[in-house]
């Protein structure tokens, strides 16, 4: 679960918690950071224009995504597990003008399984958020709840990280970041991945500390994502009545290449 440095952090000092990536802190946290995040909205601008019918987004988070779309008038659905990031998106929402607010309907569940009874022109699964399912029978189920939302004339666009490396156990450099919060704390900010490919997943450790008045918090976070292959996600695409219409590579940064992939229905 945690590696490295941040192995060591834990056992130098035993005072910290452990919170969740998408909760609480660092839900916050990870939307203060993504907020300049715009690589992929250029890639789905292209898709929307095409689009018939209303879009849904999967892990949709605090809404990057979703927000860009429903301000050039679109309906979005966004579906999220977590309650915190939605919490976060609704508070964005509530400052929108209210014609973007009625374009949008948000919904938290498991993307692998739920049930809108309606069907969508697009469905988005940004981020490469496709890798937190845990492994092949998960994204089979998701698949399959894809295709019973999916228009005829519909496309599936989700995006994962394919950089499988010929050594085992790789580490991206450690990210370290201090700044100042709105409630004048000073705060670290650690983050590092590895990835794994000898057990097929990438974990990403961050650490955050917050001083102030003297006091300091620490705080752990991690999460786990699957390491799929084009292959592997190939073969459930044809079990699922789902047929690939388009793949793109897409460098985002040195070492950081994303696959985006457009699904149709057969
Ligand atoms: C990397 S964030 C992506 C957020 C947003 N799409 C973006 O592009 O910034 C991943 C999101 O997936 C959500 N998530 C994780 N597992 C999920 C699941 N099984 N079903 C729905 N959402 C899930 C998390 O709560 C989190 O908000």
Redesign the pocket.
């Given at each position: 679960m945690f590696f490295g440095i941040f192995e060591k952090m834990q056992q130098w000092d035993s005072n910290y918690e452990v919170q969740s990536?998408?909760q609480s802190y660092f839900?916050d946290l990870?939307d203060k950071l993504?907020q300049e995040?715009k690589y992929?909205l250029e890639f789905y601008d292209k898709h929307t224009i095409l689009c018939r019918g209303d879009i849904l987004?999967?892990?949709?988070?605090?809404?990057?995504?979703?927000l860009y779309l429903a301000s050039k008038g679109f309906n979005v659905t966004g579906?999220?597990?977590?309650e915190d990031?939605l919490d976060i998106l609704r508070n964005k929402l509530s400052q929108q003008p209210i014609d973007v607010q009625s374009r949008i309907k948000l919904y938290c569940?498991?993307?692998?399984d739920f049930s809108l009874n309606k069907l969508f022109g697009l469905i988005l699964?940004?981020?490469?958020?496709i890798s937190?399912?845990k492994n092949y029978s998960e994204i089979e189920m998701l698949f399959k709840t894809v295709h019973k939302h999916l228009r005829k004339d519909g496309q599936f666009i989700f995006d994962y990280r394919d950089n499988y490396s010929s050594t085992p156990i790789t580490y991206s450099p450690l990210i370290t970041w201090t700044d100042t919060t709105p409630k004048n704390e000073q705060r670290v900010l650690m983050v590092q991945e590895c990835n794994n490919f000898l057990e097929s997943k990438s974990i990403v450790n961050c650490y955050s500390e917050i001083k102030s008045n003297g006091r300091k918090k620490r705080l752990f976070s991690y999460s786990e994502k699957a390491i799929f292959t084009f292959d592997g996600l190939q073969k459930i695409v044809h079990k699922t009545g789902l047929k690939i219409v388009e793949t793109r590579e897409m460098i985002i940064y040195e070492n950081e290449k994303l696959k985006i992939v457009v699904l149709g229905k057969v």
């Open positions: 990536l998408y839900a990870y993504t995040t992929d987004e999967l892990a949709c988070g605090s809404g990057r995504i979703l579906i999220d597990l977590s990031m569940a498991d993307m692998k699964l940004p981020a490469t958020s937190l399912l």
